[in-house]
């Protein structure tokens, strides 16, 4: 179920970047014929947390998250397997933080009806909810990584 859910958070984020781009064509075009669209900047503002968070998830269900293994590709195998459940381990520790801390001013923009100003006001709080989502995805993802990598050391003692 959550690798279903990473999946289709990962889906929505490639039709927010299809809806950015054709909203910045549309805003680049009608700006040389009437003006701005209003809430074009602000939308695609909006839009750029969608694909920004969303698919963190996705990308640690397929382990394409940047690694640096210059070091741990010379270590057994087994050593190797603990680090990476370590490292899971560690990192549901930072992003279960910044999933709370992104739970709380999504919850107070919420609260205050938070907007952006410009041509027009356009709600930001929305969007605001985008991070602690794509956090506690990418959250619930690592510790199924954790549960993989410490299972797989196991089978292999």
Same mark, same amino acid.
């Given at each position: ?5 990473? #999946?289709?958070?990962? =889906?929505? =984020? ?15 075009? #009608?700006?040389?014929?009437?003006? #701005? ?18 698919? @963190? ?22 050593? @190797?397997?603990?680090? =990476? ?60 990584? =954790? ?11």
């Amino acid at each position: 179920m959550l690798d279903k859910l990473s #999946s289709w958070l990962a =889906a929505g =984020a490639g039709v927010a970047i299809g809806v950015m781009m054709l909203l910045m064509v549309a805003d680049a075009i #009608s700006r040389k014929v009437i003006g #701005s669209i209003p809430g074009g900047y602000n939308s695609t503002v909006g839009l750029l947390t969608l694909v920004l968070f969303l698919p @963190q998830g996705y990308a640690q269900m397929k382990r394409q998250h940047i690694v640096v293994d210059l070091v741990t590709d010379r270590l057994p195998p087994r050593v @190797q397997v603990i680090l =990476a459940g370590v490292g899971a381990l560690l990192g549901v520790g930072v992003f279960g933080v910044l999933t709370w801390a992104g739970a709380q001013k999504a919850w107070e923009a919420t609260e205050a009806g938070e907007e952006w100003m410009g041509a027009t006001f356009y709600p930001a709080w929305p969007f605001r909810w985008m991070i602690p989502i794509g956090l506690g995805i990418l959250t619930l993802q690592l510790v199924a990584t =954790a549960v993989e990598e410490f299972r797989t050391l196991r089978e292999r003692s």
